[in-house]
Structure formats: C-alpha cells, structure tokens
C-alpha cells in the first residue's frame, strides 16, 4: 500500500483480535521489541502502555504522522516507551538488538517477491539477540478458488454529522499470487461528500511450505504455527497462518 493521506482514517476500520498475543509475546521476551510496518501505531501503543519498550518502523510518512500523534494523547510513561523511524523493512540497520520482532496486520503480505522476504528476514535476524523471536501473521488463501474480483464497503462514524465509506476492490494474479488492492476513502459531512481519497497496493499470498523454507534459509527456526491469536491449532481451514520462529 502507498498509505498516503487516508492514513488518517486506517484505524477505523483496522480493528483485529491481535493485541493480546502479540503483547504477551512480548512481555515474555524482555519487554522490548521491534515492530516492522508500525503503521499508525495501533498495536505498538497497547504494548508500550502494558511496559514494553517499542521500536516502530514504516516507510509511509503519513502512517508516521498519525502514530505521533496518537503517541502524543499517552502518558509521558507511554511515550519514551516508543520510538519510531520512518525506513523500509527489507533494508534497515539499527545499533540496538531485541528479544522479540513482530510484523501485525499482514504486514509481511507486502513483500511481494522472494527476494523482498529474504531481505527482510535476513535483516531481522541481524537485529535479533542470540535466541531471539519473530512473530508474524498472514493470510491463508485458497490456491485452488477461481480468481474473480471481489468489493466490499465499511463504514465508520467518526461523530453523529461525519461518517467515512471505504470501499475496497481486490483481484489476485493467479500466476504471482499477488494481490492488487483499490481502496477509495468517501468522507461525508451532514449528508455531503467532503473529502476523497484513493489508496493502491499490492501483497502476495504465500503457502505454509513457502513460508517455512524461506525461515529457514534466513537462519530462523520456526517453533509454532497458529490458526487464530488465540493460539488456536492450525489447520488448511484456518482464515490466518501465525508463525513464530526464533533464531538459530
């Protein structure tokens, strides 16, 4: 996703059942960790207000903007508990090593090529501590549906006169697995249209065996793999793949 200006209204609609097992990850892991795509902070700010010290990476400035102010309604506490940089995760160098690295919302589906998720991993691994973890979910597609456009529309009331409709319109590549992704953004006052924004990206769909060979090649050893973040047993009917590895 270019996450441009509609950053702002993300939340809206970003409400996932996530934040408990990604916290309690952490707090098992030295109460420190590495976030990748940070995004407007949604899951970086519960860790951080339960004692976890966060680093926050995101190449979208506008996704930036928003997690600073958000940050910025916190406690003094919450806030020198976070620390955000705007850079690209499949090429960043940090001083500082972590117990525990997480990529939330399907984050790693914007690697679109095999050479972006080594990248990636392997810069993860330079980051993380001698045994560290990584933690990460995805979608789990079925390979086998017939590819066909799909729309949906949300809405969100922001206040009584203020609602926003987003509609989205997705299609996969059947040969790259490749997901392209139209969200338009309509912002309604009393009734009127206000404001418009348009939003494209791209992620890719991978399998269970992708997934756990490029791990592996990265020098990770996967210990776990959920179908849900209540640590559900994973299965071929699970929505998501939750994947837990930790550092050779």
Request: glycine share 6%.
């Amino acid at each position: 996703m270019n996450y441009g200006p509609a950053s702002k209204y993300y939340d809206l609609f970003g409400q996932k059942q996530d934040i408990d097992f990604y916290k309690c990850l952490a707090l098992e892991h030295g109460n420190k960790a590495l976030e990748l795509g940070v995004g407007t902070g949604r899951v970086a700010i519960e860790l951080a207000k339960s004692g976890v010290t966060v680093w926050g990476i995101d190449n979208s400035k506008y996704m930036i903007a928003v997690a600073r102010r958000k940050i910025r309604k916190e406690s003094p506490t919450v806030q020198k508990r976070i620390r955000l940089i705007l850079g690209d995760m499949r090429d960043f160098r940090l001083k500082q090593k972590f117990p525990f690295t997480y990529l939330a919302s399907s984050t790693f589906e914007h690697l679109l090529t095999r050479e972006d998720q080594t990248r990636c991993l392997r810069s993860i691994y330079d980051v993380l501590e001698a045994k560290g973890t990584l933690a990460f979910d995805i979608s789990q597609a079925d390979f086998e549906k017939p590819t066909s456009s799909s729309w949906w529309i949300d809405r969100a009331t922001i206040r009584p006169d203020k609602e926003v409709v987003r509609t989205g319109l997705s299609r996969r590549n059947p040969e790259t697995n490749v997901v392209s992704v139209n969200l338009f953004f309509d912002v309604y006052s009393r009734g009127k249209l206000r404001e418009r924004y348009y939003e494209y990206g791209e992620a890719r769909l991978s399998t269970r065996e992708e997934i756990e060979k490029i791990l592996q090649d990265a020098g990770l050893k996967q210990i776990s793999i959920f179908g849900g973040f209540n640590k559900s047993a994973y299965d071929k009917n699970s929505q998501r793949m939750i994947f837990v590895a930790a550092k050779s």
